[in-house]
């Protein structure tokens, strides 16, 4: 059985039982009327032809738009929609608020997304790639959209996208950005399959988006060059594309990983990224499609010995100076923060220092770096700082999907509030994210017993700030095996060539970015930004070895040693997995016994996992540093 996550039929109990009017026609409003039908036809309410006697009435009210009035209007409860969309953000607000959407003190309200544009990019190959699996950094079992190499049943697709919808997205991109030789494919003889699924999508208010090779024309055995300047690729691009559009009028463009960890891009042909950016975006501009072009682009093979390259400063290097260039339909997508979505970075200074570019945040929801679905990590409240920091600069949110074929869709059922709350968040980015936890767990288990919103608060909280204490400390990120990137391994990328080093010694670790003496990277920032990482006096805690290196005995904000503070945190934070796994017995009884199975089997292995990151972490300082637990406890 699929479990239904946020919409289960339960949750449209209120409005089916209810007199129900729908004004408005097209796909979207045939989307709605379909919604309310089988509410009612389950609760016994009922769909009625004019305002007379219905207690809820949707209209669209507008020419466009994904916004919406709710209100109350002569005994109804009204949604007076901008536009198509905005009739089915209506309808699921209206669901969100069950009961209480027809309160009759209800209070006028509209709603506006804030940011314009709020995709999931899925990392889905069509193929079972050798080494990353069907879905790269996926734990949720397979592909939605493929199986065995061919494209999967629409109907799992389609509840995809209505869950989707009901959080607030609009856009996907259905296949990984490392675009191997059969997903090349889609882009030309197997663009059924994306016109099958923008269908799909379509229905729910959702754009598709296709991830492109830039060395397609070469790849798919048209041309042999790629260079952006050559006018037959440009003319082949600008055929290609019109081809895309005549099988999907409507799709919402491309994104492109280029020049990055083995991709092709335009470096190739010693040309800028603008260069190749711009010549999609011209193909793609007769039909009002985008390039998200990734600012993802750093060298991946340097020297481990040469102190000089920073990994953190390659996006500010490779693209402030390109600011201004970009043409108006390019999205630069980048990263949150300046590495690579680790649990703990400082915001990206590329999204705070590119005024004249059109940008998009791109987040992680898959738990690459964050327990991988098999630790609870509930996300929001990083993601409501990082959205905070950057409002005013960015106009779109792009977040890796960690949905999949699993049953449970996220593989840890409790992931699912991650992929509800992206969707929330990029909507209002001022919301909190504990609110919108609440609002999952409402929508999830409907009529859930105080008793079970205790548990998953207590399980959920804090989880992310959980996961940091038995993690790399102090914002120094990484310490992850190679590779698959779980569990702890302190050295493991120490002496590769990926730049993610955290450089300590028997009297010190971090990394120095400071003007001062290191990389520099600090000077990337504003300044009021780059005067507060620069010195120690101002660096929050929470980051210092992100920016500094400083000796074991180095007192933090908090008035603990940098020692000391590993081993405790370490400590407490293997203690707190503890009382959430004994917390959520209490649970057994008030969830299905499958989903409390699923997690239970899942806090076992959070548990073993957090004792191992406590103590790899602990011995390994401890050897490093000589300097003992001031509380004595076992360290090996
Ligand atoms: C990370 C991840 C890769 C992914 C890359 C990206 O490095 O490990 O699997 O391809 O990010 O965002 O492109």
Redesign the pocket.
Known sequence: MIHPAWLPSEAFRAIGSRRVLVQGSGPLADTVRHEIAQACARFGGIVVPDRKTAELILSIAGPGGEGFRLGRRGGATVIRADGPPGLLNGLFEVVRRGERAFDPALADERHVPALARRMLDH?DNIDVHPV?GQV??GYSGGSLFWQDGRPRDLGRVRDYARLLAASGVNAVAIN???VHTTETRLLTDRLTEVAALASTFRVYGIRVHLSVNFAAPVILGDLSTADPADEAVRAWWKSTTARVYEAVPDLGGYLV?AD??G?PGPFTYGRSHADGANMLAEALEPYGGVVHW?A?VYNHRQDWRDRSTDRARAAHDHFAGLDGAFRDNVILQV?HGPM??QTREPISPALLGMPSTRLAV?L?VTG?YTGQQRHVCYLPPMWSEVLRAVAGHVSGLAA?SNAGDDPFWTGHPLAQANLYAVGRLAWNPARDPIAILDEWIDLTFPGAAAELRDVLHDLMDESWQTYEQYTAPLGVGFMVRPGH?YGPDVDGYEYTPWGTYHFADRDGVGVDRTVATGTGFTAQYPPAWADRYESLATCPDELLLFFHHVPYGHVLHSGVTVIQHVYDTHFAGAHRVTAMRDRWQEAAGLVDPALHARVTERLDEQQRSADEWRDQINTYFYRKSGVPDAHGRPIH
């Open positions: 990392w990353m790269e950094r990984n950005v490392n990983k990055s960890e991709q990734r993802f990263k690579d979505f791109e992680q690459e890796v990137h």
